[in-house]
Structures are given as structure tokens and as C-alpha cells.
């Protein structure tokens, strides 16, 4: 299994090297603050399909989407959640297990990436205006899944240890 990441990430940084860093690359000047929130019940995580028209669009993505201005990262990914699935949560529930540094051609920008652990499937109701379905998978299952390279890369590294 260890083996299937390392190629996914080795295919990954060969679509978009450069892109995702663990650790802010020289002269990074964040524009925009993205937000990741991995929703887990077991080893399974939420992921979404966006519409056409929409940032990501027909693409699977967990439920991501930028801050507000003034709005903490830990606020705006509770709203995302409430905004995205309808499920209304605390944010003081919501885990920041990292950050991640994205250099994109025309602005950087901050990725933080949120974790949620359900007891069981909470019930959703997406915006079928933003996202036209949504599924629990493995991370192993979700890397198989069609995603954006720049995406894809967030994943892996959001995964990783």
C-alpha cells in the first residue's frame, strides 16, 4: 500500500511540481487562505463532486473553499461544512492538523487542512448547486478518483504523516 502513494505522489509532483509545499517556499506571499476539511467516520473520508462552473468542477474534492475577509480559517471551514452539506458544527470540533504553502502562476496561497471525526455517517444534504454528489471512501480509493493535479497533491499531502 505504501508503495501505491509513493507513486500516486510521484505521479502528482510530475502534473504540477512546484505547486504544494509543507514548508512556505521563498518569497511566499499569500493572497488567499484555501480550506481543507477531511469529515472521517473510520477510516473512510468525505469527498464531493463538483458541478461544472464551480472551482474544481467535475472533479472530486473533500470540502474545501476559501476564507472569508476577517474570518478565521477554523470559521470558515464550519461554515463550509454548514454551506456544502448542510451539517452544522462547532468550529472548537474542527482539528488544524497542518498548512499547506501553495505557489500557483498568478498568487500564493495558505491551505489549511481540517479534520472532523464523525461516530457515525452524519446526514448530509449538499448543495446541489455546487456539488453534484458526494461519497465516503478510503484515501486509497479517493486518489483513483478524477481530481485536479493541484487537488490531488493537497490530498497526498494532507494525508501524510
Known sequence: MKLWILLF???????????????APPHFSPKREKVLVY?????????????LGQEHGNAWAPV???TEKGESARVAAARLLKEDVRVELLPIYLYLSKTLYIRLPKED??????????????????????????????????????????????VILSSSA
Not at 505522489?9 to 514548508?23: D, E
Not at 495558505?110 to 484515501?139: D, I, T
Request: hydrophobic share 45%.
Open 9 to 23: 505522489v510521484l505521479i502528482s509532483h510530475s502534473l504540477c511540481a512546484g505547486l504544494v509545499f509543507t514548508k
Open 39 to 51: 469529515c472521517h467516520v473510520g477510516s473512510e473520508v468525505l469527498f464531493l463532486f463538483g458541478a
Open 109 to 154: 496561497q495558505l491551505c489549511h487542512v481540517f479534520f472532523v471525526s464523525f461516530p457515525q455517517r452524519p446526514l448530509l444534504r449538499p448543495s446541489f448547486a455546487k456539488h453534484l454528489q458526494y461519497r465516503w471512501s478510503s484515501l486509497e480509493e479517493a486518489l483513483q478518483l478524477p481530481m485536479t493535479p493541484l487537488e490531488r497533491e493537497c
Open 64 to 66: 474545501f473553499g476559501f
